[in-house]
């Protein structure tokens, strides 16, 4: 049977296995699913250094920044917790609940991504 698996993203193998849902690389060990590969990819939406956002995930402000309608400043390393992903709407694609300042829409260019 011809193999027509992708190559290893992160080495380049074509030694690819596939092992359930997942592709596995035997040459380093990397272990992928070759399916969320195409279909989120369009819909990423990422962090100032590059980091994927998902829904639910902690983030850093990185800047001070006001608030439309809101007297207060969102303060720079301020946390955010459990973000939500939406259709940009003027460029801020992550609704979240600010502490002290309450729903706002932040664009995923000025926050950080906290690895849990
Ligand atoms: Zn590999």
Redesign the pocket.
């Known amino acids: 049977m011809e193999s027509t698996l992708p190559n ?1 993203p ?4 074509e030694y690819t296995y596939e092992d359930g849902n997942l592709l596995v ?1 035997p ?2 060990n ?1 272990e992928w699913s070759a399916e969320d590969d195409t279909a989120v990819e369009e819909n990423e939406i990422k962090d100032v250094n590059g980091q994927v956002l998902n829904d639910g995930d902690d983030v850093t402000v990185i800047k001070d920044l006001k608030v439309k309608g809101v007297s207060s400043v969102i303060k720079q390393g301020t946390k955010v917790k459990g973000i939500r992903l939406v259709d940009p709407e003027d460029g801020h694609d992550i609704d979240c609940k600010v502490p002290g300042i309450g729903q706002v829409g932040l664009k995923s260019s000025v926050v950080k991504k906290v690895n849990k």
């Open positions: 290893c992160e080495c380049g193998s690389c040459m380093c990397h």
